[in-house]
């Protein structure tokens, strides 16, 4: 037997429906019960993310992890770390992967704060593999309208109404906001923004960035002032830097061209799949965050092959020292 409820939500028509008889075992959906007020999420993309993160966490006997949950196939870690109840997972990698295993972790588990870490293409060419970039603000680079040229103007595009109208707003947004990007045409790609609805707006609306917690920006500040700057590649020490911007998109991005574009566009300091998506499910939900990138390559910067997977594991090992000492500090403003 089908029965059919419908709700009216926002203008929208939801239809559940529950099926009756029809299923053999119990379904579960929603969060368990904790006994924690909160738990502090450590979130990496993909699996040589990982492998600093569990180094350090077998390697203190004041961090553990003692229980495994697999949701949709995503395996999460519920442990501790120096007294802190901690949950570790990788999203996967692309925004896509990494907004809904975000989503679904806030769903399934009662996380205060998120402290995110994996590598980056540089997209200033001073960091060099192995750099560690906190950056304050996140954008989307691919977020965009792909329009026709103008047969009748050599160089132009066709527009759509709607593009030409943000396009005509960037000067008075600019004036209220500085960060507002220096939006420019990359051939017929047009960079836009993305549209974002959070509890409390009448109405969805553009965001063009999502901004760290600025009390998890100063408690990374602390923590890599006082963080040794170990030799990698090369021999050479690491730099650290927290603030700037970082950019995210659906792409691996390896051509010079648009490399230089974005930096221009954005001034980002790094690129990579994951970042934005986390920002914005976080920002929607309203935890706290903060991303760590370190550096693995500059974004289609060399000659022949791309050589990130050289360097991946090595500037995560960094990255991770950098995500705990981070942690340290976090807890030491706790107690």
């Keep these: 037997m089908m029965i059919g409820k419908i709700l009216n939500w926002t203008g929208s028509v939801l239809v559940l429906l529950s099926l009756a008889g029809c299923c053999s075992r119990p379904v579960a959906y929603g969060p368990k019960t904790f006994n924690s007020e909160g738990l502090t999420a450590i979130v990496v993309a993909y699996a040589p993310e990982m492998i600093g993160v569990e180094a350090i966490i077998e390697s203190l006997p004041s961090?553990?992890?003692?229980?495994?949950?697999?949701?949709?196939?995503?395996?999460?870690?519920?442990?501790?770390?120096?007294?802190?109840p901690v949950i570790v997972?990788?999203?996967?990698?692309?925004?896509?992967?990494?907004?809904?295993?975000?989503?679904?972790?806030f769903d399934y588990f009662p996380i205060k704060q998120v402290v995110y870490m994996g590598i980056a293409g540089a997209v200033n060419e001073e960091l060099l593999p192995g750099d560690v970039v906190v950056p304050e603000r996140w954008?989307?680079?691919?977020?965009?309208?792909?329009?026709?040229?103008?047969?009748?103007?050599?160089?132009?595009?066709?527009?759509?109404?709607?593009?030409?109208?943000?396009?005509?707003?960037?000067?008075?947004?600019?004036?209220?906001?500085?960060?507002?990007?220096?939006?420019?045409?990359f051939g017929f790609i047009h960079p836009d923004e993305v549209v974002v609805i959070k509890e409390g707006m009448e109405k969805p609306q553009d965001e063009a960035y999502f901004t760290a917690s600025p009390?998890?920006?100063?408690?990374?500040?602390?923590?890599?002032?006082?963080?040794?700057?170990p030799n990698v590649v090369e021999e050479r020490e690491v730099i650290y830097k927290v603030g700037g911007n970082g950019v995210t998109g659906s792409v691996f991005m390896d051509n010079r061209e648009?490399?230089?574009?974005?930096?221009?566009v954005w001034t980002a300091e790094v690129t990579e799949m994951e970042s934005a998506a986390v920002a914005q499910v976080c920002y929607v939900n309203?935890?706290?965050?903060?991303?760590?990138?370190?550096?693995?390559?500059?974004?289609?910067?060399?000659?022949?092959k791309?050589?990130?997977?050289?360097?991946d594991v090595e500037?995560?090992?960094?990255?991770?020292?950098?995500?705990?000492?981070?942690l340290d500090e976090i807890l030491s403003k706790e107690d």
């Design 63 to 84: 961090a553990s992890i003692t229980e495994h949950m697999s949701i949709r196939g995503v395996r999460y870690g519920l442990g501790e770390y120096n007294g802190e």
């Design 315 to 326: 500037a995560s090992l960094v990255g991770a020292k950098v995500l705990f000492a981070l």
């Design 139 to 185: 954008y989307y680079h691919d977020e965009s309208v792909y329009v026709n040229p103008d047969p009748n103007e050599p160089g132009e595009y066709i527009e759509p109404d709607y593009y030409q109208a943000f396009l005509d707003d960037q000067e008075n947004r600019r004036k209220e906001d500085p960060n507002t990007p220096m939006y420019k045409p």
């Design 306 to 311: 791309n050589v990130e997977n050289h360097y």
């Design 286 to 304: 309203d935890v706290d965050w903060i991303i760590i990138r370190a550096v693995s390559d500059l974004a289609g910067g060399q000659e022949g």
């Design 258 to 264: 648009y490399r230089k574009w974005m930096r221009e």
């Design 215 to 229: 009390r998890l920006l100063d408690a990374a500040r602390a923590a890599v002032a006082d963080l040794p700057t």
């Design 89 to 105: 997972f990788a999203t996967g990698m692309s925004i896509a992967n990494a907004a809904m295993s975000m989503q679904m972790a």
